[in-house]
């Protein structure tokens, strides 16, 4: 299993048979409430109507085409939807199967862009402590998490890491971005100066890290980094695999936080989860050199099986109408504030170390116990759970990212079993002390 504790597991094993809008059926006959959507994905709902019915006709008029030297229509009308959606100016697709995909097609595409253009002693890639951008040998090179780098090494070459920007010390309790850090961008720099800048290909980061413990950017970090890679002519990539497609409140995090890169990577909640797959987005300029500057006929030597897969392409039609149409991407934002403020009510709870937000994108990070790291925080997933009410556990932190289709009383109920699980875990290192 992935990611899993498999040992453990196959002792107690947790099934999911059935789901409903914002509800799972576990295989015991509980219905239990999904604060995560399935894995940071399911934005829509579950088995939402419109997707459903997508994938249903779909399916009756054409299963599978290839995209290689041949095409369909549905990925090209969902390359224009996904531009018209994108930041002013990212206006080319490529479509792959999953956030690790699209990271590693995101960096092949930045060293090859500048190849396009002559220069190619443009390769290093810098990434980010902390960051976690799937498990292809370029996603775990970028990566910043420590396990997934050393037990598959040796990784890419030329990678470099800017420092993490969580700092409990100045910025526990913000909501939204934090107000100190912007400095942590001037990193960059010094990494263009060590490297030399000339051989430096792309940056890349998640603009909220998710999957290590929901990191906001501090106020002005993303804007300084942008201009330090233009500074530069390095390109900018926002992995956007949990923040696109309205988690923030907004299409992407690019809008909301007003900082647009020069490639976009996509996954998660532009099927909604429904079916695998992915998306790059770029800046017209990135898919211009390769047209302008390809000495071949193939222009990108690149490409999946079920890159742009028929049912994919169906189900993110959909899924795009019920974010813009349906109007779920307002009302993800519409209902952040109150996420926040009920959120924020747990500061002071004991063991409860920082709660950071933005949009329906929130982490509860708990004081670490003795008895080794994730042991809190998958206690207090484990009441919740018993509770009805199914969070993450990230590390110590409690994430939370919930289907856009909550109301405020479900929210209530997330946070009254958030307090309650923070209250028995107490007594419970209270009774173990
Ligand atoms: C920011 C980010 N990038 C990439 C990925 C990898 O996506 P996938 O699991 O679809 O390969 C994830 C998954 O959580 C992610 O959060």
Same mark, same amino acid.
């Given at each position: 299993m992935p990611f899993t504790p498999n040992r453990k597991f196959k002792q107690a094993p947790r099934l999911i048979v059935g789901s409903e809008g914002l509800y799972y059926d576990l295989a015991d006959g509980r219905r239990v409430l999904d604060a995560i959507a399935g894995l940071w994905c399911v934005n829509a709902g579950h088995r939402n109507p419109r997707i459903s019915a997508a994938m249903k006709a779909q399916i009756d008029v054409l299963d599978y085409a290839s995209n290689f030297q041949i095409g369909h229509p549905g990925a090209f009308e969902l390359a224009e939807r996904l531009a018209q959606m994108a930041p002013a100016g990212m206006d080319h697709v490529f479509f792959t199967n999953s956030g690790s995909e699209s990271v590693d097609t995101?960096?092949?595409?930045?060293?090859?862009?500048?190849?396009?253009?002559g220069d190619a002693g443009r390769y290093r890639l810098i990434g980010r402590e902390r960051a976690y951008h799937g498990v292809g040998f370029g996603g775990i090179s970028?990566?910043?998490?420590?396990?997934?780098?050393?037990?598959?090494?040796?990784?890419?070459?030329?990678?470099?890491?800017?420092p993490h920007t969580l700092d409990l010390a100045r910025n526990a309790f913000s909501r939204g971005e934090p107000a100190h850090g912007i400095e942590k961008a001037d990193a960059l720099e010094a990494l263009l100066t060590l490297h030399d800048a000339s051989t430096v290909a792309a940056v890349i980061v998640e603009p909220v890290a998710g999957s290590t413990?929901?990191?906001?950017?501090?106020?002005?970090?993303?804007?300084?980094?942008?201009?330090?890679?233009?500074?530069?002519?390095?390109?900018?990539?926002?992995?956007e695999v949990i923040t696109g497609f309205g988690r923030l409140g907004a299409n992407f995090a690019a809008d909301l936080f007003g900082v647009v890169p020069d490639i976009i990577t996509?996954?998660?909640?532009?099927?909604?989860?429904?079916?695998?797959?992915?998306?790059?987005?770029?800046?017209?300029?990135?898919?211009?050199?390769?047209?302008?500057?390809?000495?071949? @006929?193939v222009e990108l030597?690149? *490409?999946?099986?079920?890159?742009?897969h028929p049912l994919?392409? #169906? !189900?993110?039609?959909? %899924?795009?109408?019920?974010?813009?149409?349906?109007?779920l991407i307002a009302q993800a934002g519409a209902l952040s504030p109150y996420f926040e403020e009920c959120l924020h009510a747990l500061r002071g709870l004991?063991?409860? @170390?920082?709660?950071?937000?933005? *949009?329906?994108?929130?982490?509860?990070?708990?004081?670490?116990? #003795? !008895?080794?790291?994730? %042991?809190?925080a998958q206690a207090v997933a484990q009441h919740c759970l018993d509770a009805g009410v199914l969070v993450r556990s990230v590390g110590d932190t409690i994430a939370l990212s919930p289907p856009f289709t909550l109301e405020r009383k479900h929210i209530d109920q997330i946070v009254d079993s958030l307090r309650a699980a923070i209250a028995q875990t107490a007594q419970a290192t209270d009774v173990a002390a």
């Open positions: 995101a960096l092949k595409i930045a060293v090859a862009y500048h190849r396009a253009r970028v990566g910043g998490i420590g396990r997934q780098r050393s037990t598959f090494g040796p990784l890419l070459n030329g990678v470099d890491h800017l413990g929901v990191l906001p950017p501090p106020r002005g970090y993303l804007k300084r980094l942008r201009e330090i890679c233009d500074k530069h002519g390095v390109l900018l990539i926002f992995d996509t996954a998660k909640g532009l099927t909604n989860g429904a079916v695998p797959m992915g998306a790059v987005l770029m800046r017209g300029a990135v898919h211009d050199a390769f047209m302008q500057g390809s000495v071949s @006929a030597s690149h *490409g999946y099986t079920y890159s742009g994919a392409c #169906a !189900a993110a039609m959909a %899924t795009l109408d019920a974010y813009l149409q349906d109007g004991p063991g409860v @170390a920082d709660v950071r937000n933005v *949009g329906l994108l929130a982490g509860i990070e708990l004081q670490p116990w #003795a !008895a080794g790291p994730g %042991t809190h």
